[in-house]
Structure formats: C-alpha cells, structure tokens
C-alpha cells in the first residue's frame, strides 16, 4: 500500500519561495509506471494541477505556473519535492503530492494522494 | 485548458437510491487509442481525494460496484446505483488528455 506525507512550512512570508517534500513508502519513485506530481487546491476553489515528474526525471509543468515552479526527485530518499518561488497571497492553498498511473504517457488517474498540508503565504 | 463543467453542484441523496453526477469538457476526451481520459474521485472531509474511475469506466481497485462511469467525447456520468451513508462527500471529475485540470465538484450529502 503506496503512502504519501507532505512536509514543510505552514506559513510562507510574501515573495519568498515555497520549499515542500513528499515522503514516499510502499512504492519506487524509480519505477517507469508512474508519474509523481504536485495539486493544490486554494480555499474554497477547485483543484489545480502544478506539474509533476517522471522516474527518468522528466519533468511537465501547468504553463500557468512553469516559471516560477520546480519539482525534483531525491531517488536515494524516496521522496520528490516542489519549489514555489515569489509566493504571494494568491498561492495560499492546500497542496497535495501524489502518485499518477498512466498509459502510454498519458495519466489515467490519481491513484494515490497524500493527506495534503495548508501552506498560508502572509507576512 | 479544457474546461470541466460538473451538474449538479449539490445532491441531496436519499439512501438506498440512485444518484447521477454528470461531467462536460469542452473539448474531447477521447484519444486515439479509443480510451477517455477521464477519472472521477470522491473527496471526503478530513481525507485526501480518492480514485473511484479512471479511463471513463473503469473502477479502481477497491471500489464498491455500486459505483459506475459512462460516456465518451465531451459527455460523461457517474452513476452509484444505491447510495449509502458513507458515500457523502465532493466528487470531482478531471480530465489528463492535456495539462489536467478538474471539474468544480459535486457535492453530495445525505437528505
């Protein structure tokens, strides 16, 4: 059974930049059949998908947010983490990892979710 | 982006009955390769989101057959044949043919 945590801080100071990691346990983030990526979902809105990375370190971003977002895999860890730079208030939201099946490089389904961690930017 | 479009915004279900949630995108889902890149998840309060349908009809591991996807192209429904009690919660669609984006949610709770 695939497990996904979420750390990081809870509180983000405007135009900083946004550190978190997702643990994983129960599976490889080296295995070629699945992608790893990052959602968030801002309070009271819809859920917006940051990008993600594949085993090869391969990486897609939403063009909405591809300038100011990495997301990087620690394949010795098991873990994946995304940056966030130049947070402002509008980037308050819960973020969530998670781990994506597909075929034939298209995802399916999000098929494992981690518990998700608010991150409030504000000074 | 494909826009998601989710009706209705609230259910009111009572258990033991039918309930429908339909998901529009305004563009096709369908691939070449004959599948709709279409899943459905069920958000409970206090949990992550889970999988209930990938591929527009296709149940993932676990989930109770009572629960049901169809559709193709633009159109697509969820159907859970007897609701039960522990069914309340948001469902939300989300499509994966281009960056993914999701369906606003439906929220079902219990009459």
């Known amino acids: 059974q695939v497990h996904l945590q979420e750390s990081g801080p809870g509180l983000v100071k405007p135009s900083e930049t946004l550190s978190l990691t997702c643990i994983v346990s129960?599976?490889?983030?080296?295995?070629?059949?699945?992608?790893w990526g990052w959602i968030r979902q801002p309070p009271g809105k819809g859920l917006e998908w940051i990008g993600n990375?594949?085993?090869?370190?391969?990486?897609y971003y939403n063009p909405s947010l591809r300038s100011r977002v990495t997301i990087s895999a620690d394949t010795s860890k098991n873990q994946f983490s995304l940056k966030v730079t130049s947070m402002t208030a509008a980037d308050t939201a819960v973020y969530f990892c998670?781990?994506?099946?597909?075929?034939?490089?298209?995802?399916?389904?999000?098929?494992?979710w981690g518990q998700g961690t608010l991150v409030t930017v504000s000074s | 982006d494909i826009v998601m479009t989710q009706s209705p915004l609230s259910l009111p279900v009572t258990p033991g009955e039918p309930a429908s949630i339909s998901c529009r995108s305004s563009?096709?889902?369908?691939?070449?390769?004959?599948?709709?890149?279409l899943s459905w998840y069920l958000h409970k309060p206090g949990q992550p989101p889970h999988l209930l349908i990938y591929?527009?009809?296709n149940r993932a591991s676990g989930v109770p057959d009572r629960f049901s996807g169809s559709g193709s192209g633009t159109e697509f429904t969820l159907k859970i044949s007897r609701v039960e009690a522990e069914d309340v919660g948001v469902y939300f669609c989300?499509?994966?043919?281009?960056?993914?984006?999701f369906g606003g949610g439906t929220k079902v709770e219990i009459k």
């Open positions: 563009q096709s889902l369908l691939q070449s390769d004959g599948y709709n890149y």
């Open positions: 998670a781990r994506a099946a597909m075929l034939r490089g298209i995802i399916t389904g999000v098929d494992s």
């Open positions: 591929l527009g009809s």
């Open positions: 989300m499509q994966a043919l281009q960056t993914p984006t």
């Open positions: 129960g599976d490889s983030i080296s295995s070629n059949r699945h992608f």
């Open positions: 990375i594949f085993y090869s370190g391969s990486t």
